[in-house]
Structure formats: C-alpha cells, structure tokens
C-alpha cells in the first residue's frame, strides 16, 4: 500500500483540499467522506472526475486501480438528469 498526496475539488471550486491518502482506498469511500466533510447535498447523485484526464471514475475502483498518483486533481460534481414528463 501507498500513500498519494492529490487535490479534491468541488465542480464549482467552492471547496478545495489537498489531502494525503492511501492508494488502496475506494472512490465511493473518498466520496463518502466528501459529502460528510463538505454538508453536500444528500438528496445529489455526486460522481468523481479524474481532472487530467476528463474521466469519471467508478466509484468500486480504489484510486491506484484508477490511475490517480500523487499530484492529480480530482472533481466531485453533482449527476444531473434532464428530460420531460
């Protein structure tokens, strides 16, 4: 196991953190512990955005299995539906 310095922000940059993890922990756990750290809305769907490469990550994946390394940015931003009914 190892440990990744990376940034998270929030799809708006209203909330920023340069956090220390280890590589072995799960997306949907960093998520979990974003929406309690940062009040995020609980009735949003939030997903996470690996900033470098304009690509969600799957929330089961852990950040090594993702390719983040240390120095990455990562976005939390809400999934929004749209349509008529």
């Known amino acids: 196991m190892s ?5 998270l ?3 708006d940059r209203s909330r920023c953190a340069e956090v220390t ?3 072995s922990l ?3 756990a960093l998520l979990d512990q974003c ?7 609980s009735a949003e769907i ?3 955005r690996h900033v470098q490469r304009n690509a969600r ?3 089961n994946d852990s950040l090594s299995t993702s390719g983040v390394v240390t120095g990455m940015e990562l976005q ?3 999934l929004v539906e749209g349509g008529c009914r």
């Open 76 to 78: 939390i931003f809400p």
């Open 26 to 28: 799960t997306v949907g």
């Open 3 to 7: 440990v990744i310095t990376i940034t």
């Open 35 to 41: 929406r309690k750290r940062w009040q995020l809305d």
């Open 46 to 48: 939030f997903a996470v």
């Open 9 to 11: 922000t929030t799809y």
């Open 57 to 59: 990550l799957s929330e």
């Open 21 to 23: 993890l280890p590589d």
